[in-house]
């Protein structure tokens, strides 16, 4: 047992005058109590407490120094309090991270939601493509798509990110529209590096069907906005997430290919540094997060430029 324990049960036995009681408040046996102000005494050579039949009684060193003890008691109190109060409630500064197309689409317009929420909350938003060490780089929490390798990260699963294949009007009516899989073989596709990288989309069909087709094209790009980009300017077919084509889509800058495939989806993850006493400013922001990525979440992110009042 630790000195401020000890400290504790001294206060506690001479506030109830009872060994017992005192035993039974920390949950051990008058023995042991009594063995522990035993050996603060012989730690400071010097007899603190006077028992007899009736109770006990604080000699004069006793006194003095149970005032300091119940002083150094009170005040740890009131840090593990104050503590407490400040971990019930959403402040301070929450450092959040995403991908980049991610963080600039989905993760700032909820972010400021957020806050507009949460006013005591200030949100230092970093988006990086390349992989980021939480500790190291101080981020609360991030959010990743795809799967997540096995660690000592906590995580939280928040929906699915679903991509679509994509190409402008003008570019089908000058090179013909794909009717199966098969057909992307013959057609410029435009390449996303970071997921799509051996040139090779897997798909299924409409009979749900795994299916995966070698493809080529003059241009690849780790940055999605520059292969949406290069779609609507009507240089191929490009795979995209929902999030990020839905825009051009409603807008007939480009449209929907092969409508009854689908492309794998990515699982959206919520991942902070570690399960354990999770601050609440991280608890809160993805008890905010659930529920906003259901069917179709995409359709109520705002425009792009837009301010969502």
């Known amino acids: 047992m630790d000195r401020l324990d000890a400290m504790q049960m001294f206060v506690r036995v001479v506030e109830t ?22 050996a603060m005494e012989a730690r400071l050579k010097v007899r603190l407490l006077n028992r007899n039949t009736r109770g006990v009684s604080l000699t004069e060193p006793g006194t003095l120094y149970y005032e300091k003890c119940k002083a150094i008691v009170n005040d740890v109190a009131d840090a593990e309090s104050v503590v407490k109060v400040r971990q019930s409630q959403v402040h301070g500064q929450l450092r959040v991270g995403s991908s980049v197309a991610f963080g600039r689409r989905v993760v700032v317009p909820l972010a400021l939601e957020f806050m507009q929420q949460n006013p005591q909350v200030q949100i230092d938003l970093s988006f990086e493509d390349r992989y980021t060490d939480l500790v190291a780089s101080g981020i609360d929490v991030a959010l ?17 990110n679903p991509w679509v294949l994509v190409a402008s009007p003008t570019y089908l009516k000058k090179h013909g529209t794909p009717r199966r899989p098969s057909d992307l073989k013959e057609h410029a596709t435009l390449i996303y590096s970071s997921v799509q990288g051996n040139d090779l989309w897997r798909l299924r069909n409409a009979s749900g069907e795994a299916v995966s087709v070698p493809v080529t094209g003059r241009l690849r790009s780790n940055n999605l906005s520059a292969l949406l980009a290069a779609a609507r300017s009507h240089m191929g077919i490009a795979a995209l997430p929902w999030y990020v084509a839905h825009e051009s889509l409603k807008a007939a800058r480009v449209v929907e290919v092969l409508k009854t495939c689908r492309l794998p989806e990515q699982e959206i993850h919520a991942v902070y540094p570690s399960p354990r006493l999770v601050p609440q400013k991280v608890q809160a922001f993805i008890a905010f997060l659930q529920g906003r990525f259901g069917k179709e979440w995409w359709e109520q992110l705002p425009r792009e430029g837009s301010s969502k009042k």
């Not at 408040?25 to 035993?38: M, N």
């Open 144 to 160: 990743r798509l795809g799967k997540l390798a096995d660690s000592s990260l906590g995580a939280r699963t928040l929906g699915v």
């Open 17 to 38: 005058g009872s060994f017992t009681r005192v035993a039974h408040e920390f949950t051990t046996t008058q023995p042991t109590v009594t063995k522990q102000i035993a």
